[in-house]
């Protein structure tokens, strides 16, 4: 099982910009697929982008053209950076498996951007 911590989260205000790390214990090539999703309180948790083993990225179009996903294959490590923020990106952010059936969830990084 490879564990997966998130960090990076904070207050920005709107069209600002961070940059999010999805750390894993073990290599990230044991997960085909690799997304960040995010929760807003009330609403369901929604996947934002993905990127797989071999680089290939998606994003929902609520972020397509503002986050980036990326990865470091050396620091086993996922990136979403993620720009021109907006209130409505105020969410607690996690990493996971994507494409498929999700592990257990994190305790994610809080993201909050204010207007």
């Known amino acids: 099982q490879v564990h997966l911590v998130e960090s990076g989260g904070g207050l920005v205000q709107a069209g600002g910009s961070l940059r999010l790390s999805c750390a894993a214990s073990?290599?990230?090539?044991?997960?085909?697929?690799i997304g960040w999703y995010r929760q807003a309180p009330g609403k369901q948790r929604e996947l934002v982008a993905a990127?797989?083993?071999?680089?290939?990225?998606n994003y929902a179009d609520s972020v397509k053209g503002r986050f980036t996903i990326s990865k470091d294959n050396a620091k086993n490590t996922v990136y979403l950076q993620m720009n021109s923020l907006k209130p409505d990106d105020t969410a607690v952010y996690y990493c996971n498996a994507a494409g498929g059936a999700p592990g257990s969830w994190g305790q994610g990084t809080q993201v909050t951007v204010s207007s």
């Open positions: 073990g290599s990230i090539f044991s997960i085909p697929a």
């Open positions: 990127i797989t083993s071999g680089g290939s990225t």
